[in-house]
């Protein structure tokens, strides 16, 4: 099993086409939610090739974009350079390199689950001012509730081996909330993509635990994505529904996740 930081190297293409955003009620809660403005700095935390950032940068806030993968980092470099109030650092949850005391909010949107949570949550700690939230954030894709979801997640389950390990559904929300102070809030909105065949094809590959370009299990899985494409699709697409959560919390001392 590639280590975290490395697993995303050959897929950003994908990535940056293929993966879903998030519903604009998730940014409009977190401005919200943390009193943000303009002055106001976020760290975007595993930020992958910016898919986050650049909403954060949408309602005039500034962000520091820390990612220790350096071609996600390049992705979103190339997309978020020209946005002066983008910062992008080639680092990691665990050590951000990020002033102490420097950042109003921190999110961490489809990142969390690849972080050392005892070690992210120190430095956490450091690089927030007082009182500052944090956001861990994921489009869970929808796996029941009709043929194609639950047929979609037969073959994810069967193809790869590593799914259920190096997914974010290994904690619980009640685990996620209780790293947090009290009063952390769960919320939740719908969420979709509709891909045609090629797009369907890239968002399964996009992810990090499907088999690797140029292996035959590779090969073999495109054609059985084809196929369940043909099977499904209407009107030339194909939808898949998330809900999308957000864990928001202030930390709280004591023992880590």
């Given at each position: ?50 898919i ?21 980092l ?57 009182n ?45 909330l ?14 979709f ?32 994505l ?10 030339g ?21």
């Amino acid at each position: 099993m590639l280590p975290p930081k490395e697993r995303f190297t050959d897929r950003v293409s994908d990535y940056v086409k293929f993966r879903p955003s998030y519903p604009a009620e998730v940014i409009d809660f977190i401005v919200s939610n943390s009193d943000l403005g303009r002055l106001s700095v976020v760290g975007d935390i595993g930020c992958g090739t910016g898919i986050f950032s650049q909403l954060l940068l949408g309602r005039g806030l500034n962000v520091v974009g820390v990612e220790p993968n350096a071609s996600m980092l390049a992705a979103a470099r190339e997309a978020l350079d020209s946005n002066p109030r983008f910062v992008a650092n080639h680092s990691s949850a665990e050590d951000t390199g990020l002033p102490s005391v420097s950042i109003d909010a921190i999110t961490a949107a489809q990142a969390f689950h690849w972080f050392d949570p005892a070690a992210a949550k120190a430095e956490f700690r450091r690089v927030l001012k007082p009182n500052g939230w944090i956001y861990l954030v994921w489009n869970e894709r929808v796996a029941t509730g009709s043929m194609f979801a639950e047929a979609y997640e037969a073959l994810i389950q069967d193809v790869s081996a590593e799914y259920r390990e190096v997914g974010h559904r290994n904690r619980t929300e009640a685990e996620l909330l209780d790293w947090f102070e009290a009063d952390a809030k769960l919320v939740a909105w719908d969420n979709f993509q509709v891909l045609d065949k090629d797009g369907f094809l890239g968002r399964s590959f996009s992810s990090s635990y499907m088999p690797a370009a140029g292996t035959a299990e590779r090969e073999e899985l495109a054609k059985r994505l084809a196929e369940m494409y043909e099977s499904h699709q209407s009107e030339g697409g194909i939808r898949l529904d998330y809900c999308c959560k957000v864990f928001a919390g202030r930390l709280k001392p004591g023992p880590d996740l």
